[in-house]
Each structure stands twice: as C-alpha cells, then as structure tokens.
C-alpha cells in the first residue's frame, strides 16, 4: 500500500510538470500551440502632429483659440501685427508703379526712334531725287558748254549744284545710322525695363504673402494642443506657438522580425486601447517599415565584435483604422494600444499583395 501511494504521488508531479510546461508554452505562444494571431504591446496612437510657428516676426494682437479646442482646416488661430507688413506691401506696389510707368515710358520713346528711322530713310529719298536733278542740270550744262552756248558760271553753279545734293544725301544716310543705333539702344534697354518690372512685381507678391503670414491659419481639422502664444508677445519666424494633432490617425506596431513572416498588406488586424480600458478597434495592415527600427536609430549599434549576442529585431507595421467605430474620435496621438494581426485571414488586398510577391 505504501509503494503504491509513492508511485501514485510520483505520477501526479509528473504530470503537473508536464501540465505546467505545457501551460508555460501555451501561455508563451511556443510550438506546438504557437497561435496565428501575432500581438505585441510595443505599438501606439500616431498622427501627423504640427507644431505651428510663424513665418514673419512681429507682436502677437491676437489668440483666438483655448487649448485643446477643436478647429476647422483654414481657421484663424492667432495674429501677428500686420500694420509694418502693409506698409511694405504699399511701398511694393508704389515700385512696381513706377517700374510700370518707364516701361510704357519706354514705349513712347521706342516709337519716337523709329519716327526717326523713318524721317532719315525719307530725307534720304529725297536727297537722292535732289541728287538725280542735279546730275542731269549738269549734264546739260556740260554739253552747252562744249558748244558755247552756255557760261563758265552757270556750269560752276551747276557743278556746285551737284556737290551739295551729294554732300545731303550722305548727311542723309549719317543721320539714319544715328537713327537705327539709337533706335536698337532703346530696344535693348527694354530688357532691363521688363527684368525691373518683373523684380517689382515679385517683391509685391512677397509683400503681399508676409501680410498674409500674420494671420495663422489652421492647415487641416483637428484640435490644438497647448497654446503658448500670448497677446503682446514679440515672437520671431519659427517660434512655435501652438501644436495641432489632426483627426485623421493610425497605429504604429512595433512587432518582432519573427512575429512578420506570415503578415500582408490589406490583413485585418485590432488593437485595445489602454487609456479607455481596453476598448477594441478594428483596422487593416496598409504597409510595412522599409528598415527595422535600429536602421532609423541616430546612433547605429555595431555587432562586428568577439562577443555577439543576437537581439530580436523590431519592424514598424503601420494599420489604418476602419472609420464609423464607436468612440472613434477619442483616439489621440500618442495613445499606448496592443495590437492584433490574424495571420490566417486576408482579403483582397493582401491576396494581391501576395500575387506579387510583396
């Protein structure tokens, strides 16, 4: 009876040994109970947080928004001054007036040289008719001459006659190559014209985008955090004046390279979220990190050593959350969550990713 009461007590530590090895496996996920719903708690709420500074200097007149108050894409949340900015936009445009007036000014004069190409082309023409009657009054002259009919003095007022219409008609042609340098020195001079008209125009429409930056503007829908900007504070371009964390969010799972194997694009995947007692949403995988985590890392670990111990690497899986849920709009940047991906389901998405290759 007594060896019998040994034996039995031996058989049952065995198997509560055995039952507890295999509770510890089944508990740890470890062959031959490894699950195909891969969980880590190594994941978190992200969201495309800005931080909003200005791009000007100047003295905060105004802040139209508390902290955490929810706010629409475009909305006004504080303002900067804008009485020198104006002035400046003013002094821009007065400028570029002016850049605009000797460019037409520029124009009047361009008409006016070609007025005088023209009027040196028609002095010109009418040198050459002088020139012409001239040399025939000489001819005649020449020939009475030769006969006797006519005297010395009229063929020397002729041959005069002659010398002056040629000395006009090469007065003529000296005035019109004055006419065209002049007249392609003013054409040349609108490059510069236009190239300061331009240089005008620019700087009013920097002007006008410096007013512009002294109201600070929401760039999308969301909520700000913290607002640090105060009426009367003289802030410089990039201070930050308020953060705002956008509505739009997803979750980041930092899982095990060993825990990836089996996971694609377009899987269905949950979380619980620890700062609403472990409310559950749903999500998809949408894509996987191009590089572990330690890649991204500042300071890059070095395993090229004697002693080598292997780590578990870490690979950023970004899930997008389906919309309509419940309590949805309570999920924020930074939110601590513990992610579940079902490995054995997929859907389209991940079938084609699987078609692929990816």
Known sequence: MTAFKTHLASWIAVFIGVSGAVLALYAWGLPPFHSP???????????????LSP???????????????????GQELARID????RRRLEQAQSNAAVQQAALDGWKQKMATAEARVRAAA?????????????????????????????????????????????AAVRQGEAALDVARQDEETTRISRQSLEAAVAGAEAAV?????????????????????????????????GTQLMGLAPDQVWVVANFKETQVRHMLAGQPA????????????????????????????VLKTDNATGNFTKIVQRVPVRILIDPDQPQLERLTSGLSVVASVDTTRTNGAGARVAETGR
């Open 205 to 237: 429409q920097l002007a006008r985008l410096d007013l512009d930056s002294t109201r600070i503007v929401a760039p999308a829908d969301g909520r700000v955090g913290e607002v640090g900007a105060r009426v009367g504070q003289y802030v410089a371009a």
């Open 270 to 297: 949950s979380f619980t979220v620890d700062a609403l007692g472990g409310l559950r949403f749903q999500g998809r995988i949408d894509s996987f990190s191009p590089a572990t985590a330690s890649e991204f890392s």
């Open 55 to 73: 791009r000007i200097s100047g003295y905060v007149t105004a802040v139209l928004v508390q902290d955490f108050q929810r706010v629409k894409a």
């Open 37 to 51: 719903v891969e969980t880590t708690d190594n994941a978190y709420v992200r969201g495309k947080v800005a931080m």
């Open 82 to 85: 804008p009485d020198i900015y």
């Open 122 to 166: 028609a002095q010109i023409a009418s040198g050459q008719a002088g020139l012409k009657a001239a040399q025939a009054r000489w001819d005649r002259v020449s020939a009475l001459v030769q006969r006797g009919v006519a005297s010395q003095k009229e063929r020397d007022d002729a041959r005069a006659a002659l010398d002056q219409s040629a």
